[in-house]
């Protein structure tokens, strides 16, 4: 069995060092707008932090760690205004295996905002970045170190070992649109809204090889991404549809599913002691890789979310069908309870 988990270790570590790199994903998508679409820039809110961090595979060997942070506003002050700019920073940082195999990367995005009319907007976005590939190759280990059946790190690996780091430029654009009917009042709860773009990254300029070929350079991604906000009238419960597709060289992910989402309380709207509320019940599929469930709390400005993929592919027979676990948090202005405002979406 040593021997097995040795093998497997040792060809997951170089299929990973000669295959082009692939980007990190996170399952609470909407989570992390930046990632999804440059134009989502300053579009949903006049301002917005997020933070996330995912880890995976933690039944089958050392896990994968992501973790993220992403900040963006709307530079308008005037809430009637026909056009705006958004602005927005994001940070990436990636850990896989015993190598520590990572990434760390910083882009900046801009964005257009136009108003098309009272219930439409579009916005078109930018995204330019500088990136960092690194690998602890002493954390491997070798065939070649095991002699009489005993590892000795001292011994030579005689493999002809890259680099232990490149960087990379990087790039993105991509347009989101949005339609947004209001209720009456919150509680009213007949509004209907809807949310649609589509993104590309990389445009296959970052070349990350550890052995400095120019030939061998991250695959140009492209995703598409929409969802629908269908409230029951008069009842406190919304159903969210959404889609999220993403295309990077022959990976495919399609994550399709559905949102719940129930207002606890709707606060009080001259006083402000009680603050509104909500709670969110997410199951999405992940197509022939994971079924993944999540819980989000919602409290005035402030949410977090919680989910966790349950691994449904032909791993799961070695990773007990145990997948990733994942936390986010997000502070958003103004109040997104508001009447009027969640339009915007």
């Given at each position: 069995m040593k021997n097995i988990k040795f093998i497997i270790i040792v060809a997951f570590g170089l299929v990973s060092l000669h295959s082009k790199a692939q980007d990190p994903h996170f399952s609470q998508y909407r989570m992390t707008p930046l990632m999804v679409n440059p134009g989502n820039a300053g579009f949903?809110?006049?301002?917005?932090?997020?933070?996330?961090?995912?880890?995976?595979?933690?039944?089958?060997?050392?896990?994968?760690?992501?973790?993220?942070?992403?900040?963006?506003?709307?530079?308008?002050?005037?809430?009637?205004?026909?056009?705006?700019?958004?602005?927005?920073?994001?940070f990436l940082n990636d850990k896989a295996g015993d190598a520590k195999m990572g990434m760390t990367q910083g882009n900046i995005n801009v964005s257009g905002i136009l108003k098309l009319d009272e219930k439409s907007k579009l916005s078109i976005g930018i995204m330019g970045g500088f990136g960092q590939r690194?690998?602890?190759?002493?954390?491997?280990?070798?065939?070649?170190?095991?002699?009489?059946?005993?590892?000795?790190?001292?011994?030579?690996?005689?493999?002809?070992?890259?680099?232990?780091?490149?960087?990379?430029?990087?790039?993105?654009?991509?347009?989101?649109?949005?339609?947004?009917?209001?209720?009456?009042?919150?509680?009213?709860?007949?509004?209907?809204?809807?949310?649609?773009?589509?993104?590309?990254?990389?445009?296959?300029?970052?070349?990350?090889?550890?052995?400095?070929?120019?030939?061998?350079?991250?695959?140009?991604?492209f995703i598409a991404h929409g969802s629908v906000e269908l409230g029951k009238e008069n009842t406190n419960l919304t159903f969210i549809p959404e889609f999220y597709f993403v295309q990077q060289g022959p990976q495919r992910e399609i994550l399709i599913g559905n949102v719940f989402r129930y207002l606890i309380n709707e606060g009080s709207k001259f006083t402000g002691f009680v603050k509104s509320s909500a709670v969110s019940l997410g199951i999405n599929y992940?197509?022939?890789?994971?079924?993944?469930?999540?819980?989000?709390?919602?409290?005035?400005?402030?949410?977090?979310?919680?989910?966790?993929?349950?691994?449904v592919s032909s791993l799961s027979t070695s990773s007990n069908s145990r997948g990733g676990f994942e936390v986010a948090l997000r502070f958003v202005t103004p109040n997104p309870f508001a009447k009027g405002y969640r339009a915007r979406i």
């Open positions: 949903n809110y006049n301002l917005r932090a997020s933070a996330n961090y995912r880890q995976q595979w933690k039944s089958v060997a050392t896990p994968f760690s992501t973790s993220a942070f992403s900040f963006d506003m709307n530079t308008s002050k005037k809430k009637n205004n026909r056009g705006s700019i958004g602005v927005g920073l994001q690194t690998i602890n190759y002493s954390a491997l280990r070798w065939e070649s170190q095991y002699q009489n059946g005993a590892f000795d790190a001292n011994n030579s690996n005689g493999e002809n070992l890259g680099s232990n780091s490149t960087t990379f430029m990087d790039a993105g654009a991509g347009f989101v649109w949005s339609y947004g009917k209001d209720p009456g009042y919150i509680t009213q709860n007949n509004g209907v809204k809807v949310n649609f773009g589509a993104s590309v990254y990389h445009f296959g300029l970052p070349a990350t090889s550890y052995f400095g070929s120019t030939s061998e350079k991250m695959n140009t991604k992940r197509v022939k890789d994971a079924l993944i469930t999540s819980v989000m709390l919602e409290y005035a400005n402030y949410s977090v979310g919680f989910s966790y993929d349950i691994n």
